[in-house]
């Protein structure tokens, strides 16, 4: 009877071993194959007043309702992305406002524009860029494997606080990951009678952006961030090529940005 038992004891404690194997290879087996994996990083540091983050979160919005997101979407090879909206200040402000969220038609972007809107909007002192990048990078440990993983980061200032964004940035891109930006260059001063930073659009250059077809888009001033947003969503999504503007591959509209620096 003691045999039996120890036998019936030890198959038991096979099976739960079994099972938990089981259990824990499961998130890997079931990964759900997408053309891109996006982290949106967007700044709410206190830098950007009232005015300038509503048009900066209707900018974004409004860039995910319009047609051409999707029909750049769909045109990818497997038709769908995996997209999350976070929102960054300094250092011990990073907060994911959208989870990731399976994007594959107009209805899936409508969505989740819907989603931002709904969020509320919290300002945060000091701008870390290296503490969002940081934040963004284990996000990609989830149900998704995108042929690409890129973090698009939008701001309008540099690096004041945490580590070196050049360590967080090489950081990253040793994962596998590219970042983007979209600096907002503008004329004015801070709520705090700070001046603007003048050569934003070269600090991102030189510090932020990095990776496979790494790229810039520059938004001149908030009032036209609508525009910059569409524009880089759509070449992000599309994967266009150098050369290739946003424009001509998905129908007229879109504003002339400024020609992305690669790097």
């Known amino acids: 009877m003691l045999h039996l038992r120890q036998v019936a004891i030890r198959k038991l404690a096979c099976l739960v071993l079994l099972s938990s194997a089981l259990f824990a290879r499961q998130p890997w087996a079931t990964l759900l194959e997408v053309d891109l994996e996006l982290i949106l990083a967007v ?10 983050a509503r048009l900066q979160r209707e900018g974004y919005v409004r860039a995910w309702r319009d047609p051409r997101i999707a029909r750049a979407i769909q045109n990818g090879p497997l038709g769908r992305i995996a997209v999350a909206y976070v929102e960054w200040a300094g250092t011990q402000y990073q907060q994911i406002i ?3 969220t399976l994007i594959k038609d107009a209805a899936g972007a409508q969505a989740f524009a819907d989603a931002i809107e709904r969020s509320p909007r919290i300002a945060e002192s000091w701008t870390s860029i290296s503490a969002a990048l940081d934040f963004c990078v284990p996000m990609f440990n989830n149900a998704y494997e995108g042929t690409r993983r890129v973090i698009d980061v939008s701001g309008d200032g540099s690096n004041n606080r945490g580590r070196p964004i050049r360590s967080a940035r090489d950081d990253a891109i040793a994962r596998g990951i590219t970042i983007n930006g979209l600096p907002i260059v503008n004329d004015r001063p801070s709520p705090f009678g700070f001046a603007a930073e003048k050569d934003l659009d070269k600090y991102y250059e030189q510090n932020v952006i990095g990776g496979p077809g790494a790229f810039m888009t520059v938004a001149i001033g908030f009032d036209t961030f609508t525009q910059a947003v569409l524009t880089k969503l759509i070449k992000e999504i599309a994967n266009l090529p150098a050369g290739v503007r946003p424009e001509d591959a998905f129908g007229g509209g879109l504003a002339r940005a400024p020609e992305p620096a690669a790097n």
């Open 43 to 52: 700044d709410v540091s206190r830098s950007i007043d009232e005015d300038e």
């Open 98 to 100: 959208v989870n990731w």
